[in-house]
């Protein structure tokens, strides 16, 4: 069957925990299988929908409700890839080297489970399911002093999936499972069975170990199935409970590319309903794709065709406008951006304002009150307070104070084809348009860099600095060219 591989456990996760009924109850994600089905050389689990992997929202889910070393996702195909992925969270990883069916792996993770008094499993591709519902699984199991206990749901279509037949108790069915019958093995009325087996489990660890080793591999896959272990119990006189899904969608699972996009749909839809009940403003939200982590303020307004990716935080009485693309990054107050801006792991402050068509590169950290304004770039650059870049330019590896112009067409010439070099405009200086900075240099206080001007020196306080060739003008010289090539000499 198989011997256990434990990886990555913390000291926390192989102690014995608490006697109590959060620190006796452990999570096991199953995330080993490849996913065949969805056509793709990565882990089936690593795809994403709504900004992050599949298995992250599984364990996202599963954290706020248990501690992270309470958690264990066992990990086979890509295994490393996987748990590169999630290793920041402090979860545990148990490697199943042979994929041999969910019961195999459950085989693995005897060890992890040491001391632990129950364990709920979950699927890592089944990113849908709530934390209200995994602690819901968890209270009922305990309560009801259960060996099993099967999350069911009752979907419109419930094809492909087994069913979950009840026993009935005088007319009545019951919480307790009597059988579990698969699509194949369905028979006459049978098939009318709406109620179907998730794949999500709680399980008393004692009952659950005493008996797994006698499942048996007489089915079409020959694997080790957990959903078996059901019959097992109750032959042995131990409680097997159903418990429905209040939301049939939780359990949705991903086996095609079809069924990832309507997820990922599902889960962008929910978090624009929670934003707009928040307080947030979000025209044509069938349009947006904001990611599950984005936070938005109250009385923010988003408009069509806008993107919030990853950790995005927008603060209070923002506008953004359509187009604009946003990246893990920090927006205060009364923000305005204008369309078409593309913001990526930076800092804008309250009331700046951006665009249209500005790019904030990663390092960007724009001030209170400052403006960014058409085709200017930024990157690892910060711009104080009331400072204004309105036009076309690039402003790279750069500290600029407070109250700063700095005008169209500017560039900080920050690279040297080897080293980056920094550009430092203290406050209150005036850069005319056209200007080039060759760094690394520094403009003083309150000083004037003419239009069109080169600076490779700094430039002292309140100093002007002029770096342009003299201007030469020839009078009549036009007149006498386009004289010359009417009759050109012979």
């Given at each position: 069957?198989?011997?256990?591989?434990l990886t990555?456990?913390?000291?926390?996760?192989?102690?014995?925990?608490?006697?109590?009924?959060?620190?006796?109850?452990a999570?096991?994600?199953?995330?080993?299988?490849?996913?065949?089905?969805?056509?793709?050389?990565?882990?089936?689990?690593?795809?994403?929908?709504?900004?992050k992997?599949?298995?992250?929202?599984?364990?996202?889910?599963?954290?706020?409700?248990?501690?992270?070393?309470?958690?264990?996702?066992?990990?086979?195909?890509?295994?490393e890839?996987?748990?590169?992925a999630l290793?920041?969270?402090?979860?545990?990883?148990?490697?199943?080297?042979?994929?041999?069916?969910?019961?195999?792996?459950?085989?693995?993770?005897?060890?992890?489970?040491?001391?632990?008094?129950?364990?709920?499993?979950?699927?890592?591709?089944?990113?849908?399911i709530?934390?209200?519902?995994?602690?819901r699984?968890?209270?009922?199991?305990?309560?009801?002093?259960?060996?099993?206990?099967?999350?069911?749901?009752?979907?419109?279509?419930?094809?492909?999936?087994?069913?979950?037949?009840?026993?009935?108790?005088?007319?009545?069915?019951?919480?307790?499972?009597e059988?579990?019958?698969?699509?194949?093995?369905?028979?006459?009325?049978?098939?009318?069975?709406?109620?179907?087996?998730?794949?999500?489990?709680a399980?008393?660890?004692?009952?659950?170990?005493?008996?797994?080793?006698?499942?048996?591999?007489?089915?079409?896959?020959?694997?080790?199935?957990?959903?078996?272990?059901?019959?097992?119990?109750?032959?042995s006189?131990?409680?097997?409970?159903?418990?429905?899904a209040?939301?049939?969608?939780e359990?949705?699972?991903?086996?095609?590319?079809?069924?990832?996009?309507?997820?990922?749909?599902?889960?962008?839809?929910?978090?624009?309903?929670?934003?707009?009940?928040?307080?947030?403003?979000?025209?044509?939200?069938?349009?947006c794709?904001?990611?599950?982590?984005?936070?938005?303020?109250?009385?923010?307004?988003?408009?069509?065709?806008?993107?919030?990716?990853?950790?995005?935080?927008?603060?209070?009485?923002?506008?953004?406008?359509?187009?604009?693309?946003?990246?893990?990054?920090?927006?205060?107050?009364?923000?305005?951006?204008?369309?078409g801006?593309?913001?990526?792991?930076?800092?804008?402050?309250?009331?700046a304002?951006?665009?249209?068509?500005?790019?904030l590169?990663?390092?960007?950290?724009?001030?209170?009150?400052?403006?960014?304004?058409?085709?200017?770039?930024?990157?690892?650059?910060?711009?104080?307070?009331?400072?204004?870049?309105?036009?076309?330019?690039?402003?790279?590896?750069?500290?600029?104070?407070?109250?700063?112009?700095?005008?169209?067409?500017?560039?900080?010439?920050?690279?040297?084809?080897?080293?980056?070099?920094?550009?430092?405009i203290?406050?209150?200086?005036?850069?005319?348009?056209?200007?080039?900075?060759?760094?690394?240099?520094?403009?003083?206080?309150?000083?004037?860099?003419?239009?069109?001007?080169?600076?490779?020196?700094?430039?002292?306080?309140?100093?002007?600095?002029?770096?342009?060739?003299?201007?030469?003008?020839?009078?009549?010289?036009?007149?006498?060219?386009?004289?010359?090539?009417?009759?050109?000499?012979?």
């Open positions: 069957m198989g011997c256990l591989v990555q456990m913390s000291k926390a996760a192989s102690a014995k925990p608490a006697k109590n009924k959060r620190s006796t109850f999570i096991v994600i199953l995330a080993a299988g490849k996913g065949t089905r969805l056509k793709s050389r990565h882990p089936k689990v690593l795809h994403e929908i709504a900004g992997p599949l298995l992250a929202h599984v364990v996202a889910a599963a954290m706020q409700v248990v501690p992270a070393q309470n958690i264990f996702v066992i990990i086979g195909h890509e295994a890839k996987v748990r590169s290793e920041a969270t402090g979860i545990g990883f148990v490697l199943q080297s042979e994929q041999s069916g969910t019961g195999h792996a459950m085989m693995q993770a005897r060890e992890a489970l040491r001391g632990f008094q129950h364990v709920l499993v979950l699927s890592g591709d089944v990113p849908l709530a934390p209200a519902t995994i602690s699984v968890r209270d009922f199991h305990i309560a009801n002093h259960a060996a099993m206990t099967i999350l069911t749901a009752e979907p419109l279509d419930p094809t492909g999936y087994g069913r979950v037949f009840r026993r009935v108790v005088k007319g009545k069915e019951s919480d307790d499972v059988r579990i019958v698969e699509q194949k093995a369905l028979r006459g009325k049978e098939t009318e069975r709406r109620e179907i087996n998730s794949g999500i489990y399980f008393a660890t004692g009952p659950l170990y005493a008996h797994i080793g006698k499942l048996g591999t007489d089915n079409p896959h020959h694997e080790y199935y957990l959903t078996d272990l059901a019959e097992l119990l109750r032959k006189k131990e409680r097997v409970l159903a418990l429905p209040e939301d049939s969608h359990v949705s699972g991903v086996n095609t590319r079809m069924e990832l996009a309507q997820l990922d749909a599902q889960l962008r839809a929910k978090k624009a309903r929670e934003l707009m009940l928040a307080g947030t403003t979000i025209f044509r939200p069938d349009s794709d904001i990611d599950a982590d984005v936070e938005i303020g109250t009385d923010t307004v988003i408009e069509p065709f806008v993107q919030l990716i990853g950790k995005t935080k927008i603060g209070t009485d923002c506008r953004i406008r359509s187009y604009s693309v946003i990246t893990n990054c920090e927006i205060g107050d009364n923000v305005l951006i204008q369309p801006c593309i913001l990526e792991d930076s800092v804008v402050r309250n009331r304002q951006l665009g249209p068509y500005s790019h590169r990663p390092g960007s950290d724009i001030g209170e009150s400052a403006h960014i304004g058409n085709f200017v770039e930024t990157k690892k650059t910060r711009l104080g307070k009331g400072s204004k870049a309105n036009h076309l330019s690039y402003l790279g590896d750069s500290e600029i104070g407070e109250g700063v112009n700095v005008g169209a067409g500017t560039i900080t010439c920050n690279y040297d084809g080897v080293h980056k070099h920094k550009t430092v203290e406050d209150g200086a005036f850069i005319g348009s056209d200007a080039t900075l060759v760094a690394p240099v520094r403009i003083g206080r309150g000083s004037y860099v003419g239009a069109a001007s080169c600076i490779t020196d700094d430039v002292p306080e309140d100093a002007l600095a002029v770096g342009r060739g003299r201007q030469v003008t020839k009078e009549g010289w036009a007149g006498q060219r386009r004289a010359q090539i009417k009759s050109p000499s012979k």
